[in-house]
Nanobody, 126 residues
Framework: QVQLVESGGAEVQAGGSLRLSCKLS????????IAWFRQAPGKDREALSC????????QYGNSGKGRFLTSSDMADKTVFLQMTNLKHDDTAVYSC???????????????????WGRGTQVTVSS
């Protein structure tokens, strides 16, 4: 059974940092790319980052550039999203997704995502 399980969400004060984890299981992830998304109340889901499971491709959306960093530990089947200098506008549900498409495609459309995690809540207080 394919599973992507996010963890690490919490309530933090503005300016703080968090590291989210996305644990993968149930599928051969070697040919898949893993992306992070978020959805704030009343807003569309937006792509934050994408990393190729085998390395060599890493992309970011505008919201996370300079503050968010994605990495992977495929020995542990986990993809991370390190977030720094968090702002109130970063409050959202953060989800990871897996896609067989290139990161450039994943960042352009979430329709390329085959598997989704359930998400983890990040709340940034002012």
């Amino acid at each position: 059974q394919v599973q992507l399980v996010e963890s690490g969400g919490a309530e933090v004060q503005a300016g703080g940092s968090l590291r989210l984890s996305c644990k993968l299981s149930g599928f051969h992830y070697d040919d898949w790319n893993i992306a992070w998304f978020r959805q704030a109340p009343g807003k569309d889901r937006e792509a934050l980052s994408c990393v190729a499971s085998t390395g060599g491709d890493e992309q970011y959306g505008n919201s996370g550039k300079g503050r968010f960093l994605t990495s992977s530990d495929m020995a542990d089947k986990t993809v991370f999203l390190q977030m720094t200098n968090l702002k109130h506008d970063d409050t959202a549900v953060y989800s990871c997704g897996a896609s067989p498409s290139k990161c450039s495609v994943v960042m352009a459309t979430e329709r390329s995502i085959f598997y989704w995690g359930r998400g983890t809540q990040v709340t940034v207080s002012s």
